[in-house]
């Protein structure tokens, strides 16, 4: 342990002349001494991680105080995630300068914000450095990998929560409560000339007068700041192997990721993308001023922000109807004065097919199409309630670590009912962070009147968690439970039939229900492939009997609507 006058609060990236990133150990060993010096500053651990080493979290109060029920009785709060893609360490080295700067005066203290930060959420892939992997980027020497322990992407598992990891990051959060939040990152994609790139969460998904502020106000006002200070910022640069000259869309971030996992509680959330090809020095020096210029914001409109995510729920929930999906609104776009490089095609010399290359020689600046507008689709009606039958414990523990309010059933209670049925569904044919992603799910509903039991959770939507409710316990919602492969169980028929036994029996049941012959031999004209195969004929009368199993597609979370 060092004595305080030991202490060199010169980071590892300063030492280096910007060649270098902080090892975890060392990113650490740096906040415990900031704060040992600094009562300003306080660090500590939650939960724990697939790396088998807990989540740190760093506070700065000027007040010294870091009860967050206090904090935000009077403050606002920005929370900055660094290290979720390790190798993408910009952030790592910029917050840790944020944070001595700031508590040792060189930059105006915050008096009304509250700074949190993650020093490095992806601790295993922290830990497993090297000098290769990250084959498009510009530096540092050594950096860390991006799957985690686990080999898992992080930002890919905010709504699932697989990992230790993410459900670390799920207790911090509803601890802290953040206004807004940073997720800081390295972009993989075009060329251009730009070293930093913004993705806030897409404002018309973020919805009223909270994403009318996000879009009007809070974005240009940090674009505006950041060209006062000579850097250029554009949106995120949202294309693969083709030029952005003639536009682009703005990522559609869903819940999986962090910035649309934030959304759900009215977060004002944005990715920090820094230019892979820029210099390291140039892309952490950048990080640091965008991160600045976010704390004068959130400084400056603290009791604007405040009240708009109060009444953020309140303006949802009065509407009927909710989208649990969005896309591009070709109707509307914006214009961005966009500098990039000329594009050319070449034969390539390994393929002997045509390629891409970015002629630095030739920069460009030309006004370019920004489709940032999006509309809502797949709109559902909002229901009072969900129940959910006390069996499906994993959707429930996720649900409580949320911080859902939930009440259960006090005694047996005969209920009426919004049911689903899993019409269709497609599944991803490739793992996706070990799952196979179900996608175009639909269903059909009719009311049922159902017991439910005693202890079986019913989950009222009229709450500060709705949007969350929705976006996991609506099956067609892109990142739902069921999109994540949780139902899977109801998708396997668990009782069947063979054919000798059931021959006799549907041949009966054929004879005494005329409506139902009629319609199957229909099927048989109208479809080659059905009348030819025996199988599907059986199967398709055991489904319109009495034994075919009521569990089967069954979607086991119910709605009450009045």
Avoid at 172 to 190: E, M, Y
Avoid at 300 to 312: F, M, P, S, T, Y
Avoid at 540 to 558: D, G, R
Wanted: neutral net charge; aromatic residues 12%.
């Amino acid at each position: 342990m060092y004595s305080k006058k030991d202490f060199d609060f010169t980071t590892i990236f300063e030492k280096s002349n910007g060649l270098e990133t902080a090892t975890y150990a060392e990113t650490i060993q740096y906040y415990r001494n900031l704060s040992q010096e600094y009562a300003s500053i306080a660090i500590d651990s939650i939960g724990d991680t697939d790396s088998g080493n807990p989540l740190h979290i760093v506070s700065f109060n000027k007040d010294e105080n870091f009860n967050f029920s206090d904090i935000r009785k009077n403050k606002r709060i920005l929370l900055i995630n660094n290290g979720i893609h390790p190798g993408e360490s910009d952030g790592i080295d910029a917050t840790m300068m944020l944070y001595r700067d700031i508590a040792q005066g060189k930059i105006k203290v915050p008096d009304s914000t509250v700074i949190v930060t993650i020093p490095i959420y992806n601790i295993g892939g922290s830990l497993n450095r090297n000098s290769t992997t990250r084959t498009n980027q510009n530096g540092p020497k050594e950096y860390g990998f991006r799957g985690n322990a686990r080999n898992y992407d992080l930002n890919r598992d905010f709504i699932k929560c697989d990992t230790k990891n993410a459900r670390a990051f799920t207790e911090i959060f509803h601890l802290v409560q953040p206004d807004v939040f940073i997720d800081n990152h390295v972009s993989n994609g075009a060329d251009y000339q730009y070293t930093l790139t913004h993705l806030f969460t897409q404002h018309n998904k973020l919805g009223g007068d909270l994403g009318e502020y996000l879009h009007t106000k809070m974005m240009p006002d940090l674009e505006q700041k950041l060209v006062d200070k000579k850097w250029n910022i554009t949106p995120y640069v949202n294309v693969y192997n083709k030029t952005p000259d003639n536009g682009f869309a703005q990522f559609k971030d869903s819940p999986r990721y962090s910035t649309g996992y934030t959304t759900l509680f009215n977060t004002l959330g944005m990715m920090v993308e820094t230019h892979m090809l820029k210099p390291y020095k140039q892309r952490v020096e950048g990080t640091y001023e965008l991160m600045q210029s976010m704390i004068e914001i959130t400084e400056r409109d603290g009791e604007k922000i405040k009240q708009l995510r109060n009444e953020a729920n309140n303006k949802l929930i009065a509407q009927q109807t909710y989208a649990l999906n969005w896309a591009i609104d070709t109707l509307k776009s914006s214009k961005l004065n966009f500098k990039g490089y000329e594009g050319e095609t070449v034969t390539s010399a390994i393929t002997g097919k045509e390629r891409l290359k970015y002629n630095q020689q030739k920069p460009f600046e030309k006004e370019v199409i920004y489709q940032n507008y999006f509309k809502g689709i797949d709109k559902v009606t909002i229901p009072k309630a969900y129940i959910i039958p006390q069996g499906w414990y994993t959707i429930i523990d996720l649900l409580k670590l949320n911080n859902t309010e939930m009440l259960q059933l006090e005694k047996d209670s005969l209920l009426t009912v919004e049911s689903y049925k899993i019409e269709d569904y497609k599944s991803n044919r490739n793992p996706y962070e070990g799952h196979y992603l179900h996608f175009n799910t639909s269903v059909s509903s009719e009311e049922k009147t159902i017991t439910f039991k005693k202890g079986d959770y019913i989950v009222y939507t009229s709450q500060p968690n709705f949007r969350y409710i929705m976006a996991t316990l609506e099956p067609r919602a892109p990142d739902s439970f069921f999109n994540w492969n949780f139902f899977d169980t109801i998708l396997q028929q668990k009782e069947g039939f063979s054919a000798y036994v059931w021959e006799d029996k549907a041949l009966e049941l054929l004879n005494s229900n005329p409506k139902l012959k009629t319609e199957f031999e229909s099927k048989k004209e109208k479809n080659e492939g059905f009348a030819k195969n025996w199988y599907q004929q059986l199967a398709w009368l055991h489904k319109h009997s009495e034994n075919y199993e009521k569990a089967h597609l069954q979607y086991p979370i119910y709605r009450v609507l009045k």
